[in-house]
């Protein structure tokens, strides 16, 4: 790190350090705490206080599952985020590749467009994208949910910041053997570029699994993901607060499992996605 | 973004009729695939874009000089500018702007001041310690907003809530006007703080060790060096952060409002996202809700230009 971590410090000044952030990193996770802690509290003891929840009970999971059909929720939202994001990608991949293995006219013109949709609000163009959705007829459908979101911008730029590093020579040699381009990109281009499709698609299926505007507007009538799910079970007069947590940590429980097994690589996608 | 790291690759065939065919008497099959394969592989990305994104953008500004109800098969009336009118006619719409400001300066905080905090303070921590605390800060980035929402209504229950019985108070958060739009600020603060700490982190990375090493040589405090050169080099990141949050402050409060206020009470946490919202789908008023949707566009293009401007000029510290 700076090297003036090197020269010794006060020892008081680290606690200080250390207390700050163990204050604002338990502001933090609280919430998340509080959340798995009343799930999985006995009926009786869910307005209780007590830090470590005991007895453990099933009791409100048990609830959530004969309340609503939780199963089907994630299992709509898995479909959603893996095609969402496995669409993403394919999209995005070809995009980056003809960006960066040709020059051609209106190229400029081309990425500037991927650029520009940073700057269109999803306001701006909910209304005509709901009219269409409902022409094609893709209103309350999970297929409707998806096949909008299928290029994202963000992807494309990603992988083209990623594609412009890779070494022109490989690309010349399958030229040299006579390859063309399609296998090219499958069996030269895409093995290397692996990891950063793995942390890219990992991100964007977060993102698609925690989206709620988006299928708000689709799905009004059906409560056929998650959040949507989650939102119904909320907002009623006298919140069933035990099942309601119930479902919200089931809600949250692919994404965390899949930050705890891959934790650097999804913050180095994040870190990136940010810095583009 | 760099634009000269573009590699050309020819692709096969060109080699190979180069010899036999001279360029100019090509025929058009051997031109179009020698043209054609880049524009291929652009065009489902493409199509989607212009489908999805720019298409819709154009048919909002024309919906706005029309008067309709968004059911299909019913008329659009043509109005011209009437829906502009009645637009800024509307008393609601300076307030939910004003509401947009307020969250978005109520958001800085979180998206600024926070996580440059943690960030200076876990690069000071060594060892395990300071992942361990970046990787909690970001752990509430990826609960699923909903979740987040829920847990909070828990947490902020007027008469179960843990709040009110550890603080001893009894305050209605959610329904009350004045803390209501202060529950939104912390709950998306509460959300978002963990990928600005990353990007800080990031910025922090990125800067060249040896000037805060030649000012220490020089004499510099700690805390001077973090005033005087850390910090002017992290403006970039900063501008960066602040752009963020201008931009997309509304929209990551939506989920919430959505299922923690409806917009209320008394209308004091609808923001101008939240009012689009309202008029497209809960007044049914397309004509009404694509005006406000071109004129956060606008804004959006003006408060873009500002800050990029902003942040370029701010960027020429580290050259």
């Known amino acids: 790190m700076t090297i003036d971590d090197a020269v010794g410090e006060p020892r008081v000044r680290r606690l200080g350090g250390h207390l700050v952030l163990g204050v604002l990193s338990l502001a933090c996770v609280f919430p998340v705490y509080w959340l798995y802690a009343t799930s999985v509290r006995a009926p009786g003891d869910v307005y209780s206080l007590s830090v470590l929840p005991w007895p453990l009970s099933t009791a409100s999971y048990a609830d959530a599952f004969a309340k609503n059909d939780v199963l089907g929720m994630l299992l709509n939202t898995g479909v959603v985020a893996v095609f969402s994001a496995l669409g993403q990608l394919l999209v995005a991949l070809l995009a980056a590749y003809a960006f960066v293995a040709w020059r051609f006219p209106l190229q400029r013109l081309l990425y500037l467009m991927f650029v520009g949709t940073w700057l269109v609000p999803f306001q701006a163009t909910m209304l005509p994208n709901y009219v269409l959705l409902s022409r094609l007829g893709l209103l309350e459908t999970l297929a409707g949910v998806i096949v909008p979101t299928l290029c994202s911008a963000l992807g494309v730029l990603l992988l083209r910041e990623h594609l412009a590093g890779f070494p022109k020579e490989l690309l010349d040699a399958a030229r040299m053997d006579g390859r063309s381009s399609w296998s090219t990109l499958w069996l030269v281009v895409v093995p290397a570029l692996r990891p950063a499709l793995a942390a890219l698609g990992i991100l964007l299926a977060i993102t698609a699994w925690n989206e709620y505007f988006w299928p708000a507007m689709v799905l009004q009538r059906s409560n056929a993901v998650v959040q949507l799910g989650l939102r119904s079970f909320m907002g009623t007069e006298g919140n069933d607060w035990g099942p309601l947590m119930a479902t919200a940590g089931l809600a949250c429980l692919p994404v965390l499992v899949l930050y705890l097994v891959l934790q650097r690589h999804i913050v180095n996608a994040f870190v990136r996605s940010g810095l583009k | ?319």
């Open chain 2, 1 to 319: 973004m760099v634009s000269g790291t573009f590699v050309e690759v020819a692709p096969p065939l060109r080699a190979r009729e180069a010899g036999v065919v001279p360029a100019s008497r090509e025929s058009w099959w051997t031109r179009a695939r020698r043209i054609a394969p880049p524009y291929l592989y652009l065009t489902p990305a493409v199509v989607l874009l212009v489908v999805w994104t720019y298409q819709p953008l154009a048919q909002t500004f024309v919906l706005s000089l029309h008067s309709w109800n968004l059911v299909p098969g019913t008329p659009m009336e043509e109005v011209g500018i009437a829906n502009y009118e009645r637009l800024l006619g509307t008393p609601e719409l300076g307030r939910s702007v004003w509401r947009t400001v307020v969250v978005i300066l109520g958001m800085l905080p979180f998206t600024v001041v926070i996580p440059v905090l943690v960030a200076l303070l876990t690069r000071r921590v060594r060892g395990r310690a300071q992942g361990v605390y970046r990787a909690l800060v970001f752990a509430p980035m990826l609960v699923a907003p909903v979740a987040g929402a829920a847990v909070w209504q828990w947490l902020l229950d007027p008469s179960a809530g843990a709040v009110n019985r550890v603080l001893g108070t009894d305050v209605n958060w959610l329904n009350t006007t004045g803390t209501a739009q202060l529950s939104i600020i912390v709950i998306t603060g509460w959300h978002v703080a963990g990928f600005a700490v990353l990007v800080v982190t990031a910025g922090l990375t990125g800067i060249n060790p040896d000037y805060a090493a030649a000012a220490q040589v020089d004499g510099a405090s700690r805390s001077q060096v973090t005033r005087w050169i850390t910090l002017p080099l992290l403006s970039p990141t900063l501008a960066f952060l602040v752009l963020m949050t201008v931009l997309l402050s509304a929209q990551w409060t939506f989920p919430l409002i959505d299922t923690l206020t409806q917009g209320g009470p008394v209308g004091s946490t609808t923001n101008i996202y939240y009012l689009l919202w309202e008029y497209g789908f809960r007044h049914h008023d397309a004509g009404l809700a694509a005006a406000a949707g071109v004129l956060f566009f606008a804004g959006f293009i003006v408060v873009a230009a500002l800050l990029t401007r902003l942040a370029e000029r701010l960027s020429h510290h580290d050259d």
